[in-house]
């Protein structure tokens, strides 16, 4: 029978205008995310329900480039790598940090693409970049259960005086990463990492920027910057979350910086991708002799022309980590297989925060309880406790027959 109302059932749509649309849609493909991925995306930012095909159309209608809809000649690819790589004066971009440099510009290149040309032009940086080539950190399993649970705080002093050797001048960086979905929810150069006063602006700036949310815990390392910021945690967590006391749920801890891992293992990503390049940059400066350090002008000029450049740098790399996809992991408590924005902003749904709360369904937590009753509602220690999954267990296998 005809469809007289041309409705289906996912219902009449309210479109947001085609220029936020597109944007969003070129984000999502910056990203790589799958179709699925997009419609939930799509669902979450916009309550637009629709199905693939619907997504399809909406591709061509706005012409959204992709890997295969991509109109760059061959010698055009190859220019826009070596244009790209003109940045990555250390030599340590690999493919995927290459390809996902070059989609948040719009110019979308397969894996086998890129890597061809990075190994015409750049092949000896392949033996450089190679798995056990450097020492690894040795990381312990994680324990997380979703966005906004533990908050990871550091600062990053490479690029700071004393490891520049510039005659004083530095600029030190602060950052902070969610642990269960690897997002950088703040990245900034500072004058001084190390100061109580200028760490509580920061978590104050950060708390601003994430309309005002904070997280169930901060972790940082023991260094005495991060007193006022964490009594201001604890403070905002009690009038925020009273349900969670602070013996069973810290608001936060001080651990050692080789313990402060989430945060600690980004700072060699960071390097990798923008730190050494940076560096390298600014120190060839002072070896060329064009930057003074005695001259108290020329350490104004320093500031005043570096501080902004590299804060673009951080941002964009900021950008690149959030939406760059993370290795799939089988079992990973963590995100797995997505990007950290996608992780990060999906996870806060209701959907999502069910998934980062409960290790079962509220299905199976009502029927595992209604067996746990008609055993008599026994109490359970840590002497019964696999007796008792036993009894459980057998029971439910036998009111499922």
């Known amino acids: 029978m005809p469809n007289v109302e041309g409705t289906n059932q996912y219902g009449p749509k309210n479109y947001p205008e085609d220029g936020i649309l597109t944007a969003s849609f070129k984000q999502y493909t910056r990203e790589r995310l799958t179709a699925p991925q997009q419609l939930e995306r799509l669902k979450e930012e916009f309550n637009i329900v629709i199905g693939e095909t619907t997504l399809y159309k909406l591709w061509r209608r706005l012409n959204i480039p992709t890997m295969r809809n991509n109109a760059l000649a061959p010698e055009e690819k190859v220019q826009a790598v070596l244009n790209m790589k003109e940045h990555d004066v250390a030599g340590l971009w690999g493919v995927e940090q290459t ?10 290149l397969s894996r086998d693409e890129c ?14 970049r190679f798995p056990g080539a450097q020492k690894e950190i040795t990381r312990a399993p994680l324990r997380t259960f979703g966005p906004w649970h533990k908050l990871n705080h550091d600062g990053h002093e490479k690029l700071g005086s004393q490891a520049l050797e510039m005659g004083g001048v530095g600029l030190p960086i602060y950052g902070s990463k969610d642990q269960f979905s690897n997002y950088i929810l703040g990245l900034v150069t500072m004058p001084n990492v190390r100061l109580e006063q200028a760490i509580t602006h920061y978590k104050l700036d950060l708390i601003e920027v994430h309309d005002y949310r904070i997280g169930l815990q901060d972790i940082t390392d023991k260094g005495s910057e991060t007193g006022e910021m964490h009594r201001i945690q604890e403070s905002l967590r009690l009038q925020a979350a009273p349900e969670y006391l602070l013996d069973k749920w810290p608001p936060a801890i001080q651990l050692p910086s080789t313990c402060n891992t989430p945060i600690e293992g980004f700072w060699r990503w960071k390097r990798n991708g923008e730190g050494h390049t940076l560096r390298h940059v600014l120190l060839a400066g002072c070896d060329s002799g064009c930057f003074n350090p005695n001259d108290e002008l020329q350490i104004e000029v320093f500031y005043w022309l570096w501080l902004p450049l590299v804060q673009e740098r951080l941002d964009l790399y900021r950008d690149y980590w959030n939406s760059h996809r993370i290795c799939k992991q089988k079992g990973k408590n963590g995100a797995s297989g997505v990007t950290p924005r996608q992780a990060f902003h999906i996870s806060t749904s209701e959907e999502g925060r069910e998934r980062a709360f409960h290790f079962i369904s509220y299905e199976f937590q009502a029927e595992a309880d209604h067996a746990w009753i008609n055993l008599g509602s026994p109490e359970i220690t840590l002497a019964t406790a696999w007796d008792m999954f036993a009894a459980v267990l057998a029971l439910i296998h036998r009111l499922r027959m």
């Open 99 to 108: 390809r996902g440099r070059l989609a948040n510009e719009d110019t979308y």
């Open 115 to 128: 890597r061809q040309i990075l190994h015409d032009h750049f092949d000896p940086e392949f033996e450089k």
